[in-house]
Nanobody, 125 residues
Framework: QVQLAESGGGSVQAGGSLRLSCEAS????????MGWFRQAPGKGREGVAA????????YYADSVKGRFTISQDNARNTVYLQMNSLKPEDTAMYYC??????????????????WGQGTQVTVSS
């Protein structure tokens, strides 16, 4: 069993920044993908950013490239999502997820099995 606890959401104005944190505990994969996903009301879930914990390869959706940065602190079992230049369309519930290695593919497209409860991000214009 893996527990994922997100924090850091909130309300900001367009152009502002937020940093989300995801602390993981429990029976994690020794080598895994950690991802951030978001879901806005009435829309499907979207993969935003992900990181392969072995080596630190990162993956980003086109919609956030150059604005969001995913990083990890292995000593704290924590993954961060730094979000800059936020736009109203970034408003969503953001979820952290943990899954198996990408096996040569992308950590944005693997089948994640463990999910956090989510943290709300609201960007006003």
């Amino acid at each position: 069993q893996v527990q994922l606890a997100e924090s850091g959401g909130g309300s900001v104005q367009a152009g502002g920044s937020l940093r989300l944190s995801c602390e993981a505990s429990g029976d994690m994969y020794s080598s895994s993908c950690m991802g951030w996903f978001r879901q806005a009301p009435g829309k499907g879930r979207e993969g935003v950013a992900a990181i392969y914990t072995t080596g630190g390869t990162t993956y980003y959706a086109d919609s956030v490239k150059g604005r969001f940065t995913i990083s990890q602190d292995n000593a704290r079992n924590t993954v961060y999502l730094q979000m800059n230049s936020l736009k109203p369309e970034d408003t969503a519930m953001y979820y952290c997820a943990e899954g198996p290695p990408p096996y040569g593919g992308s950590c944005l497209t693997i089948p994640y099995g463990n999910w956090g409860q989510g943290t709300q991000v609201t960007v006003s214009s």
